[in-house]
């Protein structure tokens, strides 16, 4: 596939036993096998360099890429060190370092290229490198995995390599090095009998190897959240997220399961995909279309943005990070300097706002948060509705999707107001509009001339219908 | 033989930024200043420390981390070059250390006995973690004093922030069994910081002190509650709350230094002696020393 930035995607596990514990397990034996097939897989494909991403390379400050363009030490694994040494002289492709690090700057977030005697690469990597690549005959490149990076972060550092490989003109074996379920035994066990250490784990392993042999990456990038959480995937799975992002968010796939098998009560399995059409940088456009869900708003609100910290540094309920000590000794303690709102939930009515169709108040106070209940361009005491022509019968005749935004903003702000609050103090929207094809474009208009310019975080989704004959409904979440 | 003992345990944290702005040798990159308080804080403390004339220096860091059990350093003699995995451009270090292998194994059979599991590290190549590293130089940069390097079992972060206490309670007990039969004098060192949320960016010259401060306001008021306690000898109740100030401020003690030192000095009641609390990156870092054999009692 000649227009394709990627020759084939592979989910390698980067256990030690495999590289160097072989002969004292079959199960690590047949590893070590699988991972040879792969290796002259490889080796039949036309491409410019392997590209790794490994969970076992941390990063806490953004992201780093590799840039010695010949690393070498002899590296010796923290856990497993009984197995004896790696010793490593990689070559580098540093121009696709620094390609990627710019793209990923471009994003915003931190980069490093680590061009250091002795900087440490980590044991997963080693060890898919020496086994799928052991006389360097492509060079290699390699990115970090953001330890508190979420789905949507992960999905776009993955998409970042995309765009670097396009603007490099190259093409590459992309590799992610992550085990599946991630439960080690915890104490010494004979290699030979070496077993998936629970049963649910292993069912779970299996039932994602399933979407793999389908090709169906995007799918298995969708259940990764729920895969982790039942079978404690290797750190929660993420590096699904970004071989999705490189790939290009598609199940355009066919999969082949090489091996799995247990690695000391772990997951191990050796995966590749090819790709069945062209892979190709996505517009950003469409990351920004598709953000990640609200609580992945909310931890990433709490986890980087400063100006939000001090909003959520008294919303003691709504990110647990935030709590205050307790009061122990209270005798000795300046109660006035550690007291804060109660942080209790609060109803909040508005009598300016149409009266809700079902159990819910018009919003609910939550520490120093607002959260509104979706909001529509109904008027209170009315049954006419701006921007809705009905017909005798209630059917919708036609509509005005800009004028029912205009009220639906109206209403917002009447809430805010009563609560105490103010639509400048709005930090997120979630839009639902009934019919994204036809009224994106004037929905967007009224939006830009409105909340665009107080510059919240915005998620549009389309939904099949709204609770009453109405195009628009906004959520919002804002600052009491 | 006389009995061992513990003559002092250190709460001695191990940001690699303050052996960088100390400039020593053995470190490649160089700064011109920062972190002032807490270096003078360890310098003070080390002052204390070295006075003793201790044996050995134990150190317990969170960047060895184990899956099977609690591992030691099991060969005398360490050499080589540690890198930040992290902050590379503050630490290259290049360290050579002698290891009282004796104790380590002693510690080991001791915690076996308590049904911990145990494992010697004895490759050649193995690179000792910046933690250790780090905590090691700021206490003692002559290196002229051999060290027993333990590993941070990861149970707490596996099980739970209680089971991963009960684990270091033992270790502790193991520890000072070993350090009594041992006749040697002996200072404990917990490699953690206390809040430990941090900063997701990083300024242009990393000592730029106008950059730093506490992460978030409830992280501070966690680290001030946690450190009277400590002031006012109330170590008990510490590890009683420990858990809650592991969840509420991300605390590094997680990894379970704090808790193994404290268990070994037999949970202290006397007061421990702050040298100095100070941010980086916005963790917070204390550097607390309990003067075990003037106070501890049991000596």
């Known amino acids: 596939m000649e227009d394709s930035i990627i020759s084939s995607a592979y989910v390698v596990s980067g256990q030690p036993h495999i590289l160097l514990g072989a002969d004292q397990s079959p199960a690590w034996a047949s590893l070590q096998k699988s991972y040879d097939k792969i290796r002259q897989d490889i080796e039949s494909q036309e491409a410019d360099l392997i590209l790794y991403f490994s969970t076992q390379w941390l990063s806490v400050i953004g992201y780093m890429f590799q840039g010695d363009p010949k690393p070498c030490w002899s590296h010796v694994d923290h856990n497993f060190h009984h197995l004896g040494t790696m010793h490593y002289d990689f070559k580098v492709d540093t121009d696709l370092a620094a390609a990627y690090a710019k793209e990923v700057t471009q994003l915003g977030f931190t980069t490093k290229v680590v061009n250091y005697r002795g900087f440490p690469i980590d044991t997963g990597t080693i060890v898919a490198q020496k086994l799928l690549n052991p006389d360097n005959r492509l060079p290699a490149a390699m990115v970090s995995c953001g330890l508190y990076a979420e789905k949507e972060e992960t999905t776009m550092i993955g998409q970042a390599a995309a765009w670097a490989l396009k603007s490099s003109g190259k093409k590459a074996i992309a590799v992610l090095v992550s085990n599946l379920s991630n439960r080690y035994e915890i104490q010494k066990i004979d290699p030979k009998k070496d077993k998936i250490s629970s049963l649910k784990d292993d069912e779970w392993n299996q039932k994602v190897l399933e979407i793999f042999e389908r090709g169906a990456l995007e799918d298995v990038a969708q259940v990764a959240r729920q895969f982790a959480g039942q079978a404690n995937a290797d750190m929660g799975f993420k590096g699904i997220w970004w071989l999705n992002g490189l790939c290009g968010e598609s199940n355009d796939f066919t999969g082949k399961v090489y091996d799995y098998q247990p690695v000391w009560g772990t997951g191990a399995a050796l995966v590749g995909l090819k790709p069945t059409k062209a892979v190709q940088p996505l517009s950003w456009d469409h990351f920004q279309s598709e953000e990640g869900s609200q609580a992945e708003m909310v931890k990433g609100i709490a986890d980087r943005s400063a100006a939000a910290q001090a909003v959520l540094s008294s919303a003691d309920d709504v990110n647990e990070n935030f709590k205050e000590p307790p009061l122990v000794n209270r005798d000795s303690v300046n109660i006035d300097s550690l007291s804060k709102p109660s942080g209790k939930s609060k109803a909040v009515e508005s009598l300016r706002c149409p009266e809700p169709v079902g159990a819910y108040p018009h919003a609910r106070r939550h520490g120093n948060l607002l959260f509104l209940s979706g909001m529509g361009p109904r008027k209170r005491g009315s049954k006419e509705i701006p921007g809705v022509s009905l017909n005798a019968d209630g059917k919708i005749i036609g509509y005005d999707v800009k004028v029912q935004t205009r009220s639906v903003i109206e209403n917002l702000k009447a809430v805010l107001e009563d609560a105490g609050s103010s639509f400048e103090k709005i930090i997120d929207v979630q839009v639902f509009l009934t019919n994204m094809e036809k009224d994106f474009q004037s929905f967007n208009e009224v939006y830009a001339e409105t909340l665009g310019k107080i510059g919240p975080s915005r998620t549009t989704i389309e939904v099949g219908s709204l609770p009453t004959p109405i195009a628009v409904e906004l959520k919002v979440i804002a600052e009491a | ?299």
């Open chain 2, 1 to 299: 033989m006389a009995k061992g003992q513990i003559v002092s345990g250190v709460l001695a944290p191990h940001p690699p930024h303050l052996v960088y702005a100390e400039n020593p040798e053995r470190n490649e990159p160089k700064a011109e200043c920062g972190w002032e308080v807490l270096r003078w804080g360890y310098e003070r403390c080390r002052r204390n420390v070295l006075a003793k004339k201790p044996d050995v220096l134990l150190v317990h860091s969170p960047h060895w981390q184990t899956i099977v059990g609690h591992h030691f350093l099991g060969l005398e003699k360490f050499s080589g070059l540690s890198v930040d995995p992290i902050f590379p451009h503050l630490f290259r270090y290049s360290y050579d250390l002698t290891v009282d292998v004796d104790l380590s194994l002693a510690i080991a059979k001791e915690a076996e006995k308590l049904e911990l599991t145990t494992s010697i590290m004895e490759n050649p190549d193995f690179r000792i973690d910046y933690g250790s590293i780090t905590s090691l130089h700021l206490m003692n940069p002559e290196w002229d004093i051999p060290v027993v390097v333990l590993s941070s079992n990861n149970s707490p972060y596996y099980f739970s922030n209680e089971v991963g206490q009960l684990e270091m309670m033992k270790l502790g007990e193991a520890t000072r069994s070993a350090i009594e039969k041992s006749g040697k004098r002996c200072v404990l060192l917990a490699s953690n910081s206390l809040s430990h949320r941090h900063f997701t960016t990083e300024c242009e010259i990393p000592e730029d002190m106008s950059f730093e401060h506490i992460d978030s306001h409830g992280q501070y008021l966690w680290d001030m509650e946690v450190l009277k306690m400590m002031k006012e000898g109330r170590s008990q109740e510490l590890l009683d709350i420990l858990p809650e100030f592991i969840d509420n401020s991300a605390a590094e003690v997680k990894a379970g230094a704090l808790t193994w030192m404290l268990s070994a000095m037999g949970v202290p009641s006397y007061p421990a002696e702050i040298h100095a609390y100070g941010t980086v990156i916005g963790t917070g870092n204390a550097i607390v020393e309990w003067d075990h054999e003037k106070c501890g009692g049991s000596y």
